[in-house]
């Protein structure tokens, strides 16, 4: 590879979306937290955190924060005692889920072992898909 190619600004250019879209999906969790709202389609704080194992609270909520301020969930707290938060998907993220749902399904074919057993059906995949 030549020393310095990707300094050039016309090839810096062509790199802008994938830039965009690390700086926004980057956190070691947050493909887990969307893949599951996409999954469940609603969910709260505590069932998140149970679904996500090795998760702390505090990361789950600054992932949270960021993935509902760059537009990828919607935040929603009902007016109780105790609040109740649900959190879904965004247009923005629920146009992801295909894409999303790619990867697993790319991950599950060349990452898993060959006795990997999905626990998803594929009538869950193919809603996932928007088939």
């Not at 702390?56 to 924060?65: F, G, I, N, W």
Request: with cysteine.
């Amino acid at each position: 590879m030549a020393k310095g190619k990707f300094l050039k600004r016309e090839v810096m250019a062509h790199c802008v979306p994938m830039s965009i879209l690390q700086s926004v999906l980057g956190g070691k969790w947050k493909f887990l937290i969307l893949w599951y709202i996409a999954i469940d389609e609603k969910l709260r704080f505590s069932e998140l955190l149970r679904h996500i194992d090795g998760i702390t609270q505090s990361t789950l909520t600054k992932q949270l924060r960021e993935l509902e301020n760059d537009g990828f969930i919607i935040r929603k707290v009902y007016p109780e005692i105790p609040p109740k938060v649900e959190y879904s998907l965004s247009v923005i993220g629920k146009s992801f889920v295909p894409i999303l749902t790619q990867m697993m399904l790319w991950s599950q074919k060349h990452l898993c072992e060959k006795n990997y057993k999905s626990p998803y059906s594929s009538k869950e995949i193919r809603r996932l898909l928007g088939k």
